[in-house]
């Protein structure tokens, strides 16, 4: 394998709320955490300002973690109990995002995701993102690791 440049970008203060209801223990319950996320990106070669992936170039990116990360409570899809979430939605008592699967695991493939369609659209497959960990707090944190396919690197 070539030599590769990587650069990794925190973003963080992202509270919100989920349940895990198939959980028997007090996972099932509704709680919370300040979520961050650190992304990994990876290039050949580096842009004309010299840099992999140009942070200040990322404000789509940390716009999305805020529409679905800040002051939200998530809710799995398939939650017995998502009318009543819904109920609570619309009378203004949360703000709702139903998701597949709200855990960190799936949550850092989720951005990944997002990283990975801007930087699709944008870098023509220069740069991607080919890590993402997902901490809810200090001592818990979850990854989701791959290479996008059109990746050129």
Same mark, same amino acid.
């Given at each position: ?41 990876? *290039?050949?070669? &580096?842009? /004309?300002?010299?840099? +992999?992936?140009?942070?200040? %170039? ?34 203004? *008592?949360?703000? &709702?995002? /139903?998701?597949?699967? +709200?855990?960190?695991?799936? %949550? ?46």
């Amino acid at each position: 394998m070539a030599g590769a440049f990587t650069c990794s970008k925190t973003f963080s203060g992202f509270p919100c709320s989920h349940r895990q209801w198939r959980h028997p223990g007090h996972c099932r319950f509704v709680h919370g955490y300040s979520r961050s996320f650190t992304f990994w990106f990876r *290039a050949r070669e &580096l842009d /004309v300002h010299g840099f +992999v992936v140009d942070f200040s %170039s990322l404000k789509e990116l940390e716009a999305q973690l805020t529409a679905q990360f800040d002051h939200t409570f998530l809710v799995n899809a398939d939650d017995p109990l998502l009318a009543q979430w819904q109920a609570l939605h619309e009378q203004g *008592a949360l703000d &709702l995002r /139903v998701m597949a699967n +709200v855990g960190m695991e799936a %949550s850092a493939e989720l951005v990944w995701g997002w990283a990975n369609a801007l930087l699709q659209g944008r870098e023509q497959g220069r740069s991607c993102c080919w890590k993402v960990e997902a901490r809810e707090n200090a001592r818990n944190a979850a990854c989701f690791e791959r290479l996008p396919d059109w990746f050129k690197g």
